[in-house]
């Protein structure tokens, strides 16, 4: 009678376990681990993976000199930050990687920052301080997206993507940054998928 009183009890408390698992809502699609990193942002500060760590965020490829994708991808990510502010939500950061770091210093970033009227300009990071080369190799090799210098421009060809990086340091849920029409980016669903991990993870 015992050992079946203690069986059932492992029983309840695996089902517990599973159960609890389970209930996640927060479903991760990919994992894609971010290397050690240390840039300047448009404040002039150092921020690295590391100083990222505890917190989500959510990462895109942007450049000020841009004529195409990144004015609306940096609107979307502005509106995606104003959901976010609605629901309460503040444990996260947004980096953007700029893709001509010669010509977008922390001055000329935080510059074209402030032409977006951002809800919390504190929370963005734009990054800079390394070659070009760098940021076209980090890019396709630990996030899996495009970034080519354009030889016979002076425009930078860069993914649309939008990333969500967990609190570890690891990619797990990419969406559309930009197209051509709004509703095609999925700003509701990136703002409760930051709300959900932060639920579920902090």
Known sequence: MKHKLIGLVLLLACATVLGACGNSKFKADYSLEIPDFEHVNQRGEAVSLESLKGKPWIGMYIFTNCVSICPPMSLNMAQVQEKLQKKGVDDYNIVAFSVDPDVDTPEVLANYISKYNVPDDSKWNLLTGYSQKYIEQFAVKNTKILVKNDPNSDQVI???????????????????GFAEKIEDVPIDTIASDIETYIDENL
């Open 158 to 176: 860069h993914g649309n993507q939008f990333f969500l990086v967990d609190k570890d340091g690891t990619i797990v849920k990419m969406y559309n």
